[in-house]
């Protein structure tokens, strides 16, 4: 199998969500078991999420910081602000390793036929005073998840050429 896996070459990332798809608890709970198995530094596991899903008393407050920032992504089916935490010598493979775990959620949640867009535009002082998340973890971004609206179509789907990775060989 020389060919990338369509988990990769079809995933998207939707900027609008179909309000009426429900998520089960059990797709959360896989989505959060593939992020748990995702390589870290010293297996340190750096990483914590806040998840919602539609209707859940969560969601709501994670709305709250998204709204008239990100709109594009109320009512998506679940909401997961990713978290990482920066107390220890070596942050920066902190931000690394959430990056890992999110995209091995992302990847799961693909798996599920489901979608994922990742967004940073959100009130992230907010999200620290709403979770009560002090300044040892990093709010980082949020992920919308679900299945797209129906006028929501890939954009923006552009890559950097293959050899513009390898730039110095
Ligand atoms: C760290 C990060 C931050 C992002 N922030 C936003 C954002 O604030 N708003 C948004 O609409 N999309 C955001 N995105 C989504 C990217 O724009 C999107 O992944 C990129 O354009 C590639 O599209 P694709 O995921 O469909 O391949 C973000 C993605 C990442 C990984």
Redesign the pocket.
Known sequence: MNEMTPLLSG?????GFDQTHVLGSEQVECMLQAARWAPSAMNRQPWAFVVGRRGEPVYERLEKVIRGV?D?ALGASALVLAVYRTEGSEPDYALYDL?GA?AHMSIQAEAMGLHV??????DHEGARTEFGIGRDWTP??VLAVGIPAPEAA????ERKAVADLTPWQ
Do not use: D, E, K, L
């Open positions: 995933r998207w990332s939707p900027r990100s594009w990056g999110v867009r990742q967004f940073a535009s959100y980082v971004t890939p954009v923006g789907r």
